[in-house]
């Protein structure tokens, strides 16, 4: 079992759509959690992180389940600029420290 | 700040060849790491380094070195290229090494070397 799993999607969706992905991790050690963005043929950068309050960043809501460890990352009013892959990271402190990644959701927004 | 600079961007090499990928940050960041991006396989760690003088080993890290003598910079040698080196290299640096602390494990980036081996 990979220690972060990912529906590799795509997801496609029409522009305004709300759409949501989802991230299991097996460490139940793990501290921190990200999601990260990338486009295609770029490098990744950081979308947000997840606290186990869970939070929002305008249109972005994350959130965070322990018992079950999940990740889930909820985009509302899609734009077609939400395209691309998105990457969930989970830390692994017990390991010696190295962040894992998930293989990433791929989300494509059509007009 | 120039960031995480990566060079060079693209490579091509014969199989044995050996060669040197460079990362530098001018972020004074104490944790640098190197991973590789396959399709279906997403990113893996190769090797990565919690400060100067000091590294280790990741998922994948045969056929691969590093060094780290200052914070700055971070190369990773092919010893002898093999065609399933073949993949997208990726630099990355952090305030800090995962602890816990989100905000002091922000990686950023460098735009990546695509490496082909023949």
């Known amino acids: 079992r990979k220690e972060v799993e990912q529906d590799p999607g795509p997801f496609n969706v029409p522009e305004g759509a709300t759409v949501a992905f989802n991230c299991t991790y097996s460490?139940?050690?793990?501290?921190?959690f990200f999601w990260y963005r990338q486009d295609c043929r770029k490098e990744p950068k950081l979308l947000m992180s997840?606290?186990?309050s869970g939070n929002e960043d305008g249109r972005f809501t994350a959130q965070l389940n322990r018992a079950s460890q999940y990740i889930s990352l909820l985009i509302r009013d899609s734009k077609l600029s939400d395209s691309a892959t998105y990457l969930c990271?989970?830390?692994?402190?017990?390991?010696?420290?190295?962040?894992?990644f998930g293989q990433g959701t791929e989300l494509s927004v059509k007009p | 700040n120039a960031g995480v600079t990566q060079t060079p961007k693209f490579q091509v090499l014969k199989t044995g060849q050996s060669m040197t990928l460079q990362c530098a940050q001018d972020?004074?960041?104490?944790?640098m790491s190197w991973y590789r991006q396959d399709p279906g396989m997403g990113l893996r760690l190769i090797h990565y380094?919690?400060?100067?003088?000091?590294?280790d080993q990741g998922e994948v890290p045969n056929g691969y070195n590093v060094s780290r003598s200052t914070t700055e910079d971070f190369p990773l040698r092919l010893l002898s290229a093999a065609p399933s080196q073949t993949s997208v290299y990726f630099c990355?640096?952090?305030?800090?090494?995962?602890?816990?602390?989100?905000?002091?494990?922000?990686?950023?980036f460098g735009p990546g070397t695509r490496l082909l081996v023949l």
């Open positions: 990355a640096s952090s305030p800090a090494p995962p602890s816990g602390l989100a905000l002091q494990e922000t990686q950023y």
């Open positions: 460490n139940s050690a793990s501290q921190s």
């Open positions: 997840v606290y186990s």
């Open positions: 990271v989970v830390n692994t402190v017990n390991q010696g420290g190295k962040l894992i």
């Open positions: 972020m004074n960041h104490e944790y």
């Open positions: 380094s919690v400060g100067a003088g000091i590294t």
